[in-house]
């Protein structure tokens, strides 16, 4: 009885101590480039209306890739942090410096989000683009759709991880849906969404004939025209990825 007390107390105790212990985040290429920015703004570097370099040239200087940069603006674009102007390239917008400084702020609060909460972000986003798919798809879309369901079968009877092309799939049914905002919301949450997706092996832990089964009913329902039949095959597709979230969050 004393050693089982005694082994509860250290146990409480190492708990506690745990508390005092704060996450550790790792911040991506983007993140820091969206910092860097938010610091050269707050000290007066940067001002409303000046024009930032060339994505290419800021690569260079930052020592990362374009696809970082070009992440990076994207995401400030999206919350008008930036704006592209024709023949005047990549300007900050005429906001007020304490605006923007907690607007980039909660940008990059939003880089941190959790799994469970991109999953079901996703899942708002994915039902209604799989309805207007249904509605407004042409027939290069329909094209575009079966190029990438095909490219995910390819890669999957491989034996090849498909976690990119899964994505694509759904992204074209997001450009289907001809709501830029849904498709720049999707883009927006992808690069999180890939990442999180190998973290978590999350396909290891779905049956890839039952993805390819799903997918193909998504898709028939687009074809169709049948809105209510596409939001409901995608919200039955992303249930299983919607449990394994709750799981690990548990």
Request: proline letters at 2%; a neutral charge.
């Amino acid at each position: 009885m004393a050693d089982q007390f005694y082994r509860r107390f250290i146990t409480e105790n190492l708990n506690k101590m745990l508390e005092n212990f704060s996450e550790i985040s790792v911040e991506t290429p983007a993140d820091k480039i969206i910092r860097q920015i938010r610091n050269l703004i707050t000290d007066g570097q940067l001002n409303a209306g000046d024009r930032l370099p060339p994505e290419r040239k800021l690569a260079e200087r930052l020592g990362v890739s374009r696809t970082h940069v070009r992440d990076a603006i994207r995401k400030l674009e999206f919350y008008g942090i930036l704006k592209t102007l024709p023949q005047s390239g990549t300007v900050v917008a005429g906001m007020g410096i304490t605006a923007l400084e907690g607007l980039i702020t909660d940008v990059l609060k939003l880089e941190k989000s959790d799994f469970t909460s991109l999953v079901e972000t996703r899942v708002i986003l994915e039902t209604q683009c799989a309805k207007l798919a249904a509605k407004r798809r042409t027939e290069k879309d329909l094209i575009e759709i079966e190029k990438s369901l095909y490219a995910y079968e390819n890669k999957v009877r491989k034996g090849k991880p498909a976690v990119e092309e899964d994505l694509m799939f759904h992204l074209k049914i997001a450009e289907a849906s001809k709501n830029a905002v849904l498709k720049s919301l999707m883009l927006i949450i992808t690069p999180d969404i890939v990442k999180d997706f190998i973290q978590y092996e999350v396909c290891d832990e779905l049956t890839n004939n039952k993805v390819m089964k799903e997918h193909k009913a998504i898709f028939q329902h687009i074809i169709a025209g049948n809105e209510t039949g596409a939001s409901n095959a995608m919200e039955e597709h992303l249930k299983d990825v919607v449990n394994f979230s709750q799981k690990i969050k548990i």
